[in-house]
């Protein structure tokens, strides 16, 4: 969101009590976030858990994270069970989606947001949060994999190469979570955010061009 659009949004909203968030952030904390959802395809996909750990400088924060699993939404079916392995008796006492975004929105606050295929969450947050509040995020969007696309694209320029968030993961020689959900996730986009941001960039892997057979 541009700073035109944040002001025209701070203006329409000036009796809600989000309207702040559509003010500049200043500060240094950024928060990598995660989001499980029911489909691939985000005009359609619902919610059905959310993380979000913080980062300051070069340090992920552990202490300050947040893991949210939602009430089980309609189109949570067998198919959408196999991407997140989150099943009807995982979420029995999960919370409504409007107090998730909630609890979402006053963990990030303004702070830019980290991610690995970030813009697909935003959409989705974005359209949950016009639903229960008429405003979308104003947040700023990092998307990891960018980053370690751009630094490799100036080494070895049109070449092919894995971004899947593994690969990028173990090429940068990072932790890897056994079992993948939406807080790991974000630990693992926080990860990488700090490591392409502050620290050395590792030896290339082998790559093959994109030309070659």
């Known amino acids: 969101m541009n700073r035109l659009q944040?002001?025209?949004?701070?203006?329409?909203?000036?009796?809600?009590?989000?309207?702040?968030?559509?003010?500049?952030?200043?500060?240094?904390?950024?928060?990598s976030i995660d989001c499980e959802t029911t489909s691939l395809d985000p005009s359609h996909a619902e919610l059905v858990s959310i993380a979000a750990i913080k980062i300051k400088n070069?340090?992920?924060?552990?202490?300050?994270?947040?893991?949210?699993?939602?009430r089980p939404p309609q189109n949570?079916?067998?198919?959408?069970i196999k991407i997140h392995q989150l099943r009807h008796?995982?979420?029995?006492?999960?919370?409504?989606?409007?107090?998730?975004?909630?609890?979402?929105?006053?963990?990030?606050g303004r702070r830019p947001i980290v991610g690995y295929h970030i813009h697909y969450d935003k959409k989705i947050l974005d359209r949950v949060s016009l639903r229960h509040f008429r405003h979308p995020l104003p947040n700023s969007l990092i998307e990891v994999s960018h980053l370690y696309h751009h630094k490799l694209e100036r080494l070895l320029p049109n070449a092919y190469y894995d971004l899947s968030i593994e690969a990028i993961s173990r090429h940068l020689d990072l932790p890897q979570a056994e079992r993948h959900d939406a807080l790991e996730d974000a630990i693992a986009a926080a990860l990488i955010y700090v490591r392409l941001t502050y620290g050395d960039f590792p030896e290339l892997p082998k790559i093959r061009n994109a030309h070659s057979y």
């Not at 949570?76 to 959408?80: F, Q, Y």
């Not at 008796?89 to 990030?108: N, P, R, V, Y």
Request: charge should be negative; charged fraction near 25%.
């Open 6 to 31: 944040r002001h025209w949004w701070h203006y329409k909203l000036r009796i809600h009590p989000h309207r702040e968030l559509f003010t500049q952030y200043s500060g240094d904390e950024l928060v």
């Open 58 to 70: 070069n340090k992920v924060i552990t202490s300050q994270s947040i893991h949210l699993k939602l």
């Open 89 to 108: 008796q995982d979420l029995t006492h999960g919370i409504s989606e409007k107090e998730a975004l909630e609890q979402l929105i006053q963990f990030i």
């Open 76 to 80: 949570l079916t067998s198919d959408s």
